[in-house]
């Protein structure tokens, strides 16, 4: 693979086209959760409120940041969606990006979306909408501008060193 003129970007760096792909396909399923949401009607059962349509979407859409944040980026399926279908028909990247912060903000849409089906099932009113909203607004943001903002969070808690980074041999990256 090459490598970016970035001092930043590792050796075995990611097309940053694959995550704004998936951020486009996510964002449309968070919009369709959002409208499911909104149309069902109000239920007062934990078993009844895990049983409507739009729970269970949100329910696959957060395995599925789960997915990428506990086995990689890499190994996505959307990202594997890209590889096959997409990436042949595209001219190669100019950089490659590290998978480091991408595969973070996975774990906050995990957080973000796990938080959204617990509250749900607790009861807590429009606690899914409100949820699915915040990471629709981040997905949006993300295949439509390229601004990833658990990327960002991700840089600012490096930053301040709270995420270390290591090297190859395993000590803290400056």
Not at 41 to 55: D, H, K, L, N, Y
Not at 56 to 72: D, E, N, P, R
Not at 129 to 145: E, K, T, Y
């Amino acid at each position: 693979m090459t490598t970016s003129t970035s001092t930043t970007t590792p050796t075995r760096g990611i097309d940053p086209r694959s995550p704004r792909f998936g951020a486009g396909i996510t964002a449309v399923l968070l919009l369709v959760v959002v409208g499911l949401a909104l149309a069902s009607p109000v239920v007062s059962t934990p078993i009844e409120r895990a049983t409507q349509p739009a729970f269970i979407l949100f329910a696959a859409i957060s395995a599925l940041f789960a997915w990428g944040a506990f086995a990689g980026i890499r190994r996505h399926p959307y990202g594997a969606i890209f590889r096959k279908l997409v990436r042949p028909r595209l001219s190669a990247p100019t950089d490659l990006e590290d998978p480091a912060p991408p595969t973070f903000a996975q774990g906050v849409g995990f957080v973000i979306t796990l938080a959204g089906l617990v509250l749900q099932l607790a009861g807590v009113p429009f606690a899914l909408v409100v949820a699915a909203s915040a990471a629709f607004i981040a997905a949006f943001l993300n295949s439509v501008f390229a601004y990833c903002l658990g990327c960002q969070i991700y840089l600012l808690l490096a930053r301040a060193g709270i995420l270390g980074r290591k090297d190859a041999a395993g000590a803290s990256a400056a």
